[in-house]
């Protein structure tokens, strides 16, 4: 059974940086378009960032120029580089696939951002 695992999260203070890993059981990362997504207390879970097979990028508009992801196939894992962090961005993060399945849905890994 694939498995998703995510680290890299932490606290850290406004303007900040964080880098987020996500490793996957299986080959699963090299086959589908991968996403991060979040959910903040109270809110939904959303898809913050998103990379396909052949590596094209979208981000959603309240994180665009300030989080990258990327992939590294050969190590299943995927990443999100995240700079300027500001309070909103406080969340759990999550990876899985795009769209994403329920079955794939892991611990994730909490990220606050405060000073």
């Known amino acids: 059974q694939v498995q998703l695992v995510e680290s890299g999260g932490g606290l850290v203070q406004p303007g900040g940086s964080l880098r987020l890993s996500c490793v996957a059981s299986?080959?699963?990362?090299?086959?589908?378009?991968m996403g991060w997504y979040r959910q903040a207390p109270g809110k939904q879970r959303e898809l913050v960032a998103a990379?396909?097979?052949?590596?094209?990028?979208n981000y959603a508009d309240s994180v665009t120029g300030r989080f990258t992801i990327s992939r590294n196939s050969a190590k299943n894992t995927v990443y999100l580089q995240m700079n300027s962090l500001k309070p909103e961005d406080t969340a759990v993060y999550y990876c899985?696939?795009?769209?994403?399945?329920?079955?794939?849905w892991g611990q994730g890994t909490q990220v606050t951002v405060s000073s």
């Open positions: 299986g080959s699963i990362v090299k086959v589908n378009p």
């Open positions: 899985n696939i795009d769209p994403a399945l329920v079955r794939l």
């Open positions: 990379i396909t097979r052949g590596g094209i990028t």
